[in-house]
């Protein structure tokens, strides 16, 4: 069967899923074809021809992005079976343009896959499209690194850079899941709190590769790299023994670093440069209401630890949600500047506002100001994966829609962060916001001890943004 795998977006990084995924179907048979159009054109002649097209979604900006790509299939009169694979995918059970035939499948996808193309449905007839969710055992079976050479060169994607040095990036998986519920989550959604370890060799074969191929640096895309603290340290532990120079970061939970304080240092000296660890928020109401796990004060914990031991934080936030006020929306610009974290966050995230999927456990017992908000936006269209929703007081949703166009702009003229900033300050004191006519000077306690370009990538945006218009374009400009 002719098979199309299309990723729209993977947070600049090579979409080594649906990689591993072709060469899954490749040695069942099937004649496939892998384009990420992130990087390249619409395959048109390929698309035209596809018995089957299937889509990575592991988000939300790749989902809405997928959409728009494959509406733009079926408008060209050509019906292939549809196939989403990724954390997203079952939001889209009730979608207009899927049918019986088409797939929607999260965890481990390969078996489900598979199946379904070997089942030849026909395409897009009346009824729901096949929903499965397969998580697989704790301890996931081996399996052969991913394809990669069919994706663009790892050159083309996201880099690494800091201080003196810079060079290629590469995201390598290992773990899946998480252990943890966070309310706001997709992966809470799907996994329920459980994680899935990758085989260590199997991590290893796709560590080689991607040195091979000329990365420099690692991205570990585990939704959190320390939850399973003995297969974390065993992996980087080989990871530095086979190749010492290689730099890597991770995502970590606040609650998990202070819990795990004393391998941080371990890790550092294992190569770790960077740790993306989302704070969300200053309030911890909020920070309750999301079953973060941490209060607002162990994120200036989280800091000095991982600070101390040479080691960046970069944030992410969660700014804009049902329970937002115009004071912790202060309180986070205040933190970024005076915990010297400036330098260290992708303007996007101050932009971010909660996006409510269709499984959401926050819609599973809406609290009032959530109600409330999910009753005020009734009417109002949404994306196809989420929950549409609007904020008591207007004008803290007209507040997100400046910041978020204030960002685009910047990232699209590549601003520096300090720049942005400043100039987002201003903006939210002129809507009111109760800021300083200037930001605070960094505390002496919480003072970045790197000099010059702190460590990051150079893939600024992040899988809670919205699709962008240039993204929107690379799908439509075919």
């Given at each position: 069967m002719k098979v199309l795998l299309l990723s729209t977006y993977e947070l600049g990084h090579q979409p080594a899923g649906l990689a591993a995924l072709a060469g899954?179907?490749?040695?069942?048979?099937?004649?496939?074809?892998?384009?990420?159009?992130?990087?390249?054109?619409?395959?048109?002649?390929?698309a035209a021809s596809a018995e089957a097209v299937v889509f990575s979604v592991p988000m939300h900006t790749a989902t809405e992005l997928a959409l728009e790509a494959a509406a733009a299939i079926v408008a060209e009169g050509h019906r292939p079976r549809l196939g989403f694979v990724g954390l997203y995918a079952p939001a889209l059970a009730s979608h207009r343009l899927l049918g019986a035939g088409d797939l929607l499948v999260a965890g481990e996808s390969g078996d489900a896959l598979c199946?379904?193309?070997?089942?030849?449905?026909?395409?897009?007839?009346?009824?729901?499209?096949?929903?499965?969710?397969?998580?697989?055992?704790?301890?996931?079976?081996?399996?052969?690194?991913?394809r990669r050479e069919l994706l663009p060169p790892l050159g083309r994607y996201a880099s690494y850079s800091a201080a003196g040095r810079s060079?290629?990036?590469?995201?390598?998986?290992?773990?899946r899941g998480c252990n943890?519920?966070?309310?706001?989550?997709?992966?809470?959604?799907?996994?329920?709190?459980r994680s899935r370890a990758v085989p260590p060799a199997s991590v290893l074969a796709d560590l080689d590769q991607v040195v091979e191929m000329g990365a420099s640096h690692v991205s570990?895309?585990?939704?959190?790299?320390?939850?399973?603290?003995?297969?974390?340290?065993?992996?980087?532990?080989?990871?530095?023994?086979?190749?010492?120079?290689?730099?890597?970061?991770?995502?970590?939970?606040?609650?998990?670093?202070?819990?795990?304080?004393?391998?941080?240092?371990?890790?550092?000296?294992?190569?770790?440069?960077?740790?993306?660890?989302?704070f969300e928020s200053r309030d911890d109401a909020v920070l309750a209401r999301l079953d973060k796990g941490?209060?607002?004060?162990?994120?200036?914990?989280?800091?000095?630890?991982?600070?101390?031991?040479?080691?960046e934080v970069r944030p992410s936030w969660l700014p804009f949600t049902p329970w937002a006020t115009v004071e912790s929306f202060a309180a986070l610009l205040e933190f970024s500047a005076g915990a010297d974290l400036v330098s260290s966050t992708d303007p996007v995230q101050y932009s971010i506002r909660l996006l409510l999927p269709h499984g959401s456990l926050l819609l599973e017992e809406p609290d009032p100001v959530l109600a409330g908000a999910l009753r005020a936006a009734t009417g109002i269209a949404s994306p196809a994966t989420s929950r549409p929703w609007r904020h008591a007081e207007h004008g803290l949703d007209k507040l997100q829609s400046a910041v978020a166009d204030l960002v685009e702009v910047a990232d699209g003229r590549h601003a520096p962060a300090e720049e942005t900033f400043s100039r987002l300050w201003q903006l939210a004191r002129e809507a009111g916001v109760p800021l300083a006519g200037e930001p605070p000077e960094p505390e002496p306690a919480l003072r970045s001890p790197l000099e010059g370009e702190r460590p990051h990538l150079s893939e600024a945006w992040f899988c809670c943004a919205e699709p962008t218009g240039a993204q929107l374009e690379l799908v439509w400009g075919r």
């Open positions: 899954l179907l490749d040695e069942a048979g099937h004649e496939v074809v892998v384009a990420d159009l992130s990087l390249e054109g619409f395959p048109v002649s390929s199946a379904w193309l070997a089942a030849g449905a026909p395409a897009g007839a009346g009824g729901a499209p096949e929903v499965v969710v397969e998580l697989g055992r704790p301890l996931l079976d081996p399996s052969p690194p991913p060079g290629p990036a590469a995201s390598v998986e290992a773990s943890h519920r966070c309310r706001h989550c997709p992966v809470a959604a799907i996994y329920g709190g570990f895309s585990d939704p959190d790299f320390l939850n399973r603290p003995r297969h974390a340290m065993a992996v980087a532990g080989a990871l530095h023994g086979r190749h010492p120079s290689l730099s890597f970061d991770a995502t970590v939970k606040v609650e998990h670093l202070l819990r795990h304080r004393r391998l941080v240092p371990e890790l550092a000296a294992l190569g770790l440069s960077f740790v993306v660890s989302a941490h209060v607002a004060a162990d994120e200036e914990q989280a800091v000095a630890l991982l600070r101390a031991a040479g080691v």
